[in-house]
Nanobody, 120 residues
Framework: VQLVESGGGSVQAGGSLRLSCATD????????LGWFRQIPGKEREEVAT????????YVATSMKGRFTASRDNTKNTLYLQMNNLKPEDTAMYYC???????????????WGQGTQVTVS
């Protein structure tokens, strides 16, 4: 299983970025998939979760309205569109999967390498 994030970078406050997470079909279909972020010195924070094959993700309340998660089932890719970015959004962003098919609750056991987002 491999999850490959991309799209991070440095932006000014108020700017936008779109992150991508590409994986294989076996991982993409039938499993929980999620976006997380980790700020140095803090615990990893859930950003968005797709339950198995669900196109409507759960997005953390604090990020609703600014962050939109989506998936392209033809490309086995997740996206995280981040608008109106704030300095406090600066973090390493990860995507993750749970390899237990159609799990009722998500327990992520595979992580990508992360992509850094810096907002100044």
């Amino acid at each position: 299983v491999q999850l490959v994030e991309s799209g991070g970078g440095s932006v000014q406050a108020g700017g936008s970025l779109r992150l991508s997470c590409a994986t294989d079909a076996e991982t993409f279909n039938g499993n929980c998939l999620g976006w997380f972020r980790q700020i140095p010195g803090k615990e990893r924070e859930e950003v968005a979760t797709f339950y198995a094959d669900d196109d409507k993700p759960y997005v953390a309340t604090s990020m609703k309205g600014r962050f939109t998660a989506s998936r392209d089932n033809t490309k086995n890719t997740l996206y995280l569109q981040m608008n109106n970015l704030k300095p406090e959004d600066t973090a390493m962003y990860y995507c993750a999967s749970d390899d237990r098919p159609y799990a009722a609750t998500c327990q992520y056991n595979t992580w990508g390498q992360g992509t850094q987002v810096t907002v100044s």
